[in-house]
């Protein structure tokens, strides 16, 4: 509730309650006990409803003064700090999901900030919208279609689809219904319709069939434990398991799975591997719900799909695991690296959460007791571009 408020934030506390006496409300004390006002600041912050109706009037302006900001240090290639204070820290945050593992091994400064020290933007009231919006809805969509069977083949999606997506827009898609929206509303649906019915498509054509919607994965690895969730759990005839992450867009998982790169598909492949006991990594592909394209490595099961790349999940997911190894290795050791943007005005968190969201460092960086010398002499992340992900 505070945090939600933009420029006026109103308790309203009643003195009683069917003619019992009413304490403050927990908000309001916590707000006194922070700011400790004395009674001169309290009065000029609160007011009693009679008074306001015999007056008319409205509460008065509180007193305000502007603080300068503080002055932030200078981004670097490299922050030195305690090194038993950080690895204390470290002992007790060595548990990943897949996204936590890349930004790891991106940008080590960001996923200290980020995961160690609880230093991130709040996503405290924010009503979801656009592309992050429309991926809520397609996975959501997804798991619908499956309670009611209508993935099992593409006539069952044509049927279903609209009906399903329909409700759920009026349910959960409040954006895509103000005004102005339904030409965007008309899109979107047709691309969510159409990305479906193509999912039902590979499956059919495939043999697969969805086992599980947001299916929990965990399994422990050197480091300590990886989880997450798993879009769409897939089994065949004969039991083997593969695995298709929903995403809305398509060209930055393209370039992913081309160039060995799809850090969080050969994660999910390698822990339910683990988790489930099978022979070898899990065979896994995107589908883009902006698109209605799927995107498989060569030679995997997935018909129907744009196969492409010849890393495999496996490969891949093993130089991840060095690059994580010689991170945490610095870290242990007081060693932060971080990225540097030529933009000095931004403080270096910002720097980095910026700066650090492209590829991972895996592809490049070896396994050696040195930072590698492009992030030493650059102070750039490998693989990490310029700028936000698309």
Do not use: N
């Amino acid at each position: 509730m505070v945090l939600a408020a933009r420029s006026t934030l109103i308790v309203a506390t009643p003195d009683s309650t069917r003619g019992e006496p009413q304490r403050s409300l927990p908000v309001w004390d916590e707000l006194c006990a922070r700011c400790a006002p004395d009674a001169f600041a309290l009065s000029r912050v609160t007011k009693q409803a009679s008074a306001l109706l015999e007056s008319e009037g409205a509460l008065p302006a509180p007193l305000l003064s502007t603080a300068a900001p503080l002055d932030l240090p200078e981004a670097r290639p490299q922050w030195q700090v305690t090194a038993k204070h950080l690895s204390a820290r470290l002992d007790a945050h060595l548990s990943f999901s897949p996204s936590q593992l890349e930004v790891l091994v991106a940008c080590p400064f960001r996923w200290v900030v980020e995961s160690l020290l609880g230093i991130r933007a709040s996503a405290h009231a924010q009503v979801p919208d656009s592309a992050r919006l429309y991926g809520i809805l397609g996975h959501r969509l997804a798991e619908k279609l499956h309670e009611r069977g209508a993935l099992a083949s593409e006539g069952a999606a044509q049927a279903l689809t609209r009906e399903e997506l329909d409700a759920l827009i009026e349910a959960e898609g409040g954006p895509l219904l103000l005004p102005g929206m339904s030409s965007v509303r008309a899109q979107v649906r047709d691309r969510l319709v159409h990305a479906m019915v193509q999912l039902a498509s590979i499956l059919e054509k495939s043999d697969l069939s969805v086992v599980a919607v947001e299916q929990g994965v965990e399994a422990p690895w050197g480091l300590g434990k990886l989880k997450g969730r798993v879009d769409l759990l897939l089994s065949d005839a004969e039991g083997r398991e593969a695995i298709i992450d929903l995403k809305w867009g398509e060209a930055r998982y393209r370039e992913a799975l081309s160039k060995g790169e799809a850090v969080q598909l050969a994660i999910y492949s390698v822990v339910r591997q683990r988790q489930a006991g099978a022979p070898s990594p899990l065979p896994a592909a995107y589908l883009s719900l902006k698109t209605g394209r799927g995107l498989s490595l060569k030679g995997d099961p997935f018909r129907g799909t744009t196969q492409l790349g010849d890393m495999s999940l496996q490969e891949t997911f093993g130089r991840v695991e060095a690059t994580s190894r010689l991170v945490v290795e610095h870290l242990r050791g007081g060693e932060v690296l971080a990225s540097a943007l030529a933009d000095k005005r931004t403080s270096p968190a910002r720097r980095a959460s910026s700066s650090c969201t492209g590829s991972p460092a895996p592809i490049s960086m070896t396994a050696s007791r040195t930072p590698p010398a492009h992030i030493a002499a650059t102070g750039r992340c490998a693989g990490a571009p310029s700028g936000r992900r698309a």
